[in-house]
């Protein structure tokens, strides 16, 4: 067993730069950490924000904004928030909401169709920031947006050999012809 000199004299003659330091991170526990948007903590983190912006927004009808919109400057905001969402990362949302130009209508709504019912469902369920941004750059808390679903948005993807060769005729009817000269098949 060594004694407390031999280990001083040997704790000594090992250079300091050759004795690795260890860095504990420092955490900081004050911190706001980020929630999934599916989680409980997630959905009532989401209901606390509504709540907050219902309270804030004008009680009455006549305290609301009301500035004429324009198509132009809708666009123009609507892109600005689409190119908001890529940077921030939340590339499926952008591109749900770049499918359609919106449509403004007298009464200040505004109506955007999308393919099917899962789209429509994912810009409801985030269409709260939208609106909040929208009204907030265009001055007017009337504005609303539908989201309307149009089936034949719907393009029929083509499988078997027999629907590809129709397709193709439809395109180009001497596909038919040269189909029946050669006798080929499909």
Same mark, same amino acid.
């Given at each position: 067993?060594? /004694?407390?000199?031999?280990?001083?004299?040997?704790? #000594?003659?090992?250079?300091?730069?050759?004795? @690795? *330091?260890?860095?504990?991170?420092?955490? %900081?526990?004050?911190?706001?950490?980020?929630?999934?948007?599916?989680?409980?903590?997630?959905? #009532?983190?989401?209901?606390?924000?509504?709540?907050? !912006?219902? $309270?804030?927004?004008? +009680?009455?009808?006549?305290?609301?904004?009301?500035?004429?919109?324009?198509?132009?400057?809708?666009?123009?905001?609507? +892109? +600005?928030?689409?190119?908001?969402?890529? *940077?921030?990362?939340?590339?499926?949302? #952008?591109?749900?909401?770049?499918?359609?130009?919106?449509?403004?209508?007298?009464?200040?709504?505004?109506? =955007? /169709?999308?393919?099917?019912?899962?789209?429509?469902?994912?810009?409801?369920? %985030? !269409?709260?920031?939208?609106?909040?941004?929208? $009204?907030? !750059?265009?001055?007017?808390?009337?504005?609303?947006?539908?989201?309307?679903?149009?089936?034949? =948005?719907?393009?029929?993807?083509?499988? *078997? @050999?027999?629907?590809?060769?129709?397709? =193709?005729?439809?395109? %180009?009817?001497?596909?038919?012809?040269? !189909?029946? *000269?050669?006798?080929?098949?499909?």
């Amino acid at each position: 067993m060594p /004694t407390s000199a031999e280990i001083e004299s040997v704790e #000594a003659e090992v250079p300091e730069s050759t004795v @690795p *330091t260890l860095e504990i991170p420092k955490i %900081n526990l004050n911190q706001e950490h980020q929630v999934s948007g599916l989680s409980l903590a997630g959905l #009532a983190l989401q209901k606390k924000h509504r709540e907050e !912006k219902a $309270r804030q927004k004008p +009680n009455s009808e006549e305290d609301k904004r009301a500035k004429k919109v324009n198509k132009e400057e809708l666009l123009i905001h609507w +892109n +600005n928030y689409i190119a908001q969402l890529e *940077t921030k990362g939340k590339k499926i949302m #952008a591109a749900n909401l770049n499918m359609d130009e919106p449509q403004l209508h007298e009464d200040f709504s505004m109506r =955007m /169709t999308v393919p099917n019912q899962i789209i429509q469902q994912e810009i409801d369920r %985030n !269409k709260f920031e939208l609106l909040d941004y929208l $009204r907030d !750059k265009l001055e007017n808390d009337h504005l609303e947006l539908e989201v309307i679903i149009k089936e034949e =948005m719907n393009e029929k993807y083509i499988f *078997t @050999p027999e629907e590809k060769y129709k397709k =193709m005729v439809e395109q %180009n009817p001497s596909i038919a012809i040269l !189909k029946d *000269t050669f006798d080929l098949e499909y």
